[in-house]
C-alpha cells in the first residue's frame, strides 16, 4: 500500500496494491500494522455502507466530541468526490478541505481523522460507498455544515441543477454559525 499524505497533511490517500490476472483482482484494504506505521492509528467500531444515485450529495456531517468519528472510506462501486473539511481550531488548516475522487477503479481509500467534517457527490449513475468508523452513530452529537458554504468555497464538481440532498442536509447551517468543539 501506498499512504499518500494530501494538502492538509492527516488527511491520507490510500492506494492499495492490487494483483490482478485473468480470474479478476485481490487487495489488501486495511492492514493495520502498515496503517499503524504511517500514522493512521484507529480503533475501528463500526462499518457503514450506503448506496446513492447520481448526483446525490451527502454531507458535511460530523460529531461533536467526545463521539468525534475518525473514517476510512471507499467507494466499492461507481465514482464519488470525497471531501474532508478540518473542524480544529487550533489547526493551521482550520476550514480548509481535501477533495478527492474515489471510485472502484481506483480503489483507493481516504482516511479522515476525528475533528473532519465529510461528505461526497456521486458521480456515475450510482456509487455504493463504504466506511470504518472509530465511534458509534450518536444522534444526539451529529452535526453539519452546508455543503455550499461560500466561506469554505469547496469545489465540486457538479451541475447545481442536478443537486440531491436529504432534508436534513439541507437545513445545515453555515460554517461560521456551526457548533463546533475541537
Given at each position: 500500500?501506498?499512504?499518500?499524505?494530501?494538502?492538509?497533511?492527516?488527511?491520507?490517500?490510500?492506494?492499495?496494491?492490487?494483483?490482478a490476472d485473468q480470474r479478476g483482482y485481490f487487495m489488501e484494504t486495511y492492514h493495520e500494522k502498515e496503517y499503524r506505521q504511517n500514522g493512521i492509528e484507529a480503533c475501528f467500531v463500526q462499518d457503514?455502507?450506503?448506496?446513492?444515485?447520481?448526483?446525490?450529495?451527502?454531507?458535511?456531517?460530523?460529531?461533536?466530541?467526545?463521539?468525534?468519528?475518525?473514517?476510512?472510506?471507499?467507494?466499492?462501486?461507481?465514482?464519488?468526490?470525497?471531501?474532508?473539511?478540518?473542524?480544529?481550531?487550533?489547526?493551521?488548516?482550520?476550514?480548509?478541505?481535501?477533495?478527492?475522487?474515489?471510485?472502484?477503479?481506483?480503489?483507493?481509500?481516504?482516511?479522515?481523522?476525528?475533528?473532519?467534517?465529510?461528505?461526497?457527490?456521486?458521480?456515475?449513475?450510482?456509487?455504493?460507498?463504504?466506511?470504518?468508523?472509530?465511534?458509534?452513530?450518536?444522534?444526539?452529537?451529529?452535526?453539519?455544515?452546508?455543503?455550499?458554504?461560500?466561506?469554505?468555497?469547496?469545489?465540486?464538481?457538479?451541475?447545481?441543477?442536478?443537486?440531491?440532498?436529504?432534508?436534513?442536509?439541507?437545513?445545515?447551517?453555515?460554517?461560521?454559525?456551526?457548533?463546533?468543539?475541537?
Amino acid at each position: 500500500m501506498e499512504f499518500v499524505r494530501t494538502a492538509i497533511n492527516d488527511v491520507i490517500l490510500i492506494k492499495p496494491q492490487v494483483f490482478a490476472d485473468q480470474r479478476g483482482y485481490f487487495m489488501e484494504t486495511y492492514h493495520e500494522k502498515e496503517y499503524r506505521q504511517n500514522g493512521i492509528e484507529a480503533c475501528f467500531v463500526q462499518d457503514n455502507m450506503s448506496s446513492s444515485v447520481q448526483g446525490t450529495l451527502r454531507g458535511l456531517h460530523y460529531q461533536l466530541a467526545p463521539y468525534a468519528q475518525g473514517k476510512l472510506v471507499r467507494v466499492t462501486r461507481g465514482r464519488v468526490f470525497d471531501v474532508a473539511v478540518d473542524l480544529r481550531r487550533q489547526s493551521v488548516t482550520f476550514g480548509q478541505y481535501v477533495g478527492v475522487e474515489l471510485s472502484e477503479e481506483n480503489k483507493c481509500s481516504l482516511w479522515v481523522p476525528p475533528g473532519f467534517a465529510h461528505g461526497f457527490y456521486v458521480l456515475s449513475d450510482s456509487a455504493e460507498f463504504t466506511y470504518k468508523c472509530t465511534e458509534f452513530y450518536n444522534p444526539a452529537a451529529e452535526r453539519g455544515i452546508s455543503w455550499n458554504d461560500p466561506e469554505i468555497n469547496i469545489h465540486w464538481p457538479i451541475d447545481n441543477n442536478n443537486i440531491i440532498l436529504s432534508e436534513k442536509d439541507k437545513k445545515f447551517p453555515q460554517f461560521s454559525g456551526a457548533e463546533i468543539n475541537y
